[in-house]
């Protein structure tokens, strides 16, 4: 696929939005631009302003950088002419993160500490250490503690000072099932969906995951129509390993990155942080067996399972399953519709080399979930074939 908008085009422009804001939030101090981290989703690079590093978080309309260089939001010159009115509104991504970040400190979550937010662009204190996806790798027997603490942290989500501004500045649009039906409902799922693996894959594996992908996009429509687990709670909505730190070590508490508070259903988290564990481990396996990671996601979920009646506990681990494989499909779409120009980060471009194990996986758990088998017996296949998966 040829990009619409170039990547040197858009890099250079983020840049300097970047640089403006900082020169408008701080006059007179002296902005150095540093190290830019690849993302498909907004342009991140840091930065020293009067000798302090940030982080800097540009969101071009609040959508991924791979939907603005497919030219999803029309002509640049169109997208620089929205992204002005954009940077201003009260509205937008930046506004809504920052206001979440300062909320969740509030309520005694350890955060990224805010620093200024102008012109659609977020600063904030960078959070040196290990993440989540780090730990896991080098101490795969503690992946179930880890992942387990981390959901617990996120307890103080439902106090009221946090639930109020998740209302007031929700970020749905992060969501797995939002951005599931944003994807892949209607024609414009259709015209999507022809140019995923265009620039990345050759033609006999593009043939190949084409074909399985839609197959599963079929059957997770249909899935995700089951009515959801309980009364919808405030989530986090990015959880994803990456936005796990520990900067103290895997001792230490975590500190969180990144939100997309908004209400949704209770499992949701736990789908996403499983999703990306599993991508993680089938992209770069940890040395060894995958199993001391596969029993540590087994044991996480054991935990969310333990205090529900077995009915409620089979409905939770279908909408479980469920919700995993659009996030996974979701995401791994997004890759592999990205512009060859555009950057990756790591685990991403390690993950497209694997994309056929990825659809292998999709393709086996979805059809279980059409069968209509036992959650449980479900849940123990789904991770079997998962260990398949990351078995190179």
Known sequence: MIAVVAAEVLDSFCAEQIQHAASSLWPGERAVLGAHSPSVTGYVQQIEVGGR?????????????????????GTWEKVRAQQIAYGVSPTSLPVRQAAQLDALATAGLAVARTAGCDGGVLFTEPVAGPTLSDLVFKSPERTGELLGRTLSALQVLQRPV?????????????????????????????????????????????????????????????????????????LYGDLKPEHVLFPDGP???????????????????????????????????????????????????????????????????????????????????TYLSAPSTLALPEHAGALVERIEAVCTLLDRV???????????ASWRLALSHVAKAATR
């Not at 939002?178 to 033609?203: H, M, P, W």
């Not at 979805?366 to 449980?376: I, Q």
């Open 251 to 333: 001792e230490g508490l975590p500190v969180f990155i990144n939100p997309a508070l908004h209400p949704g259903p209770g499992h949701a988290d736990a789908a996403k942080l499983i999703s990306r564990t599993v991508l993680s481990l089938i992209a770069v396996p940890p040395p060894g067996s995958p199993t001391a990671v596969l029993n540590g996601v087994d044991a996480f979920v054991q935990e969310q399972l333990r205090p529900m009646r077995r009915a409620m506990g089979g409905l939770y681990l279908r909408r479980l399953l469920v919700t995993w494989l659009m996030d996974t499909t979701n995401i791994t779409t």
């Open 162 to 234: 946090v639930a109020e501004k998740a209302e007031l500045s929700a970020i749905k649009e992060r969501g797995i099932d939002a951005t599931f039906r944003r994807k892949f409902n209607g024609i414009s799922g259709l015209a999507y969906l022809e140019q995923v693996g265009g620039a990345r894959l050759d033609e006999r594996t593009r043939h190949n995951v084409a074909v399985t992908v839609r197959q599963v996009i079929a059957r997770l429509l249909r899935l995700r129509l089951a009515p959801p687990v309980g009364a919808a709670q405030v």
């Open 53 to 73: 590093p940030l982080s800097a978080k540009h969101s071009l309309l609040g959508v991924s950088l791979v939907s603005v260089m497919r030219g999803s939001c």
């Open 366 to 376: 979805s059809a279980l979930l059409m069968a209509d088998a036992e959650p449980a």
